[in-house]
DNA sequence: CGCTTTGGTAAGTCATTGCTAACCGTAAGT
DNA sequence: ACTTACGGTTAGCAATGACTTACCAAAGCG
């Protein structure tokens, strides 16, 4: 019934589409800073600024190689993600069930 | 390995820490606005405003009773969104096996 | 017919934020 | 040591957005 992850940071960093991109890239393998920029429609920096987001709210991580910094996808963070949602699914399941059989109640009674 | 469905839709809305409380609310039961409004920090008219923008992502409707207005959580829209956490999770996956068999590959043929 | 309850809408305010340009630091190559 | 490549940080800006107050519409009740 409740949700008091760190869901709070992963949803509000993912609420943004270029950061949303940006996983997304990152969920077909591991990459350098300059090979996101490269396939998004805004400069190097935003990158950097959505990166330091997205590594706060703990869904990447970094590993520098040479002046590169290699970003990768935080499998945990993704995993958070899909508990959270699960458990809305299966709440919203069990409320639905849970009317239904209330319905189902009063009708055998009215019968 | 794209994304394109409504997700962005649905995500813009739920990186919102106040339209999930809601959402999280609606997961419980349907409801209406005066009994959301009454468990949140917020005024009435804010969470109608945030039913608008909920209803406009396809994660809530709302059926008339009276003068009072019923929402309830629409299940497809919460499936939507467990699908793309499974396509995230099962491309990072892939992701990484394949870069596990890649370098599993190299230290075979150094051998 | 008023009166109350319920809730959507409009206008305005204030904070947040996503972006760019400019700068700086660091690692490798010549 | 100079230069190039890569990337994090800052300052500043324009736009978005979350919120409140005030107002309006509709349904039920005396």
Do not use: N
């Amino acid at each position: 019934m409740t949700y008091q992850s760190d869901i709070s940071g992963l949803m509000a960093a993912l609420g943004d589409p270029t950061r949303r991109a940006i996983v997304e890239h990152l969920a077909g393998g591991a990459s350098p800073v300059g090979e996101i920029a490269a396939t998004l429609p805004v400069s190097r920096p935003a990158v950097s600024q959505h990166l330091k987001v997205l590594s706060d709210a703990g869904l990447v991580t970094a590993k520098p190689d040479g002046t590169r910094r290699i970003y990768t996808l935080r499998p945990d963070a993704i995993a958070d993600l899909r508990a959270w949602c699960d458990g809305l699914w299966e709440d919203a399941l069990q409320a639905f069930t849970a009317k239904a059989l209330h319905v189902a109640t009063i009708e055998k009674d009215v019968k």
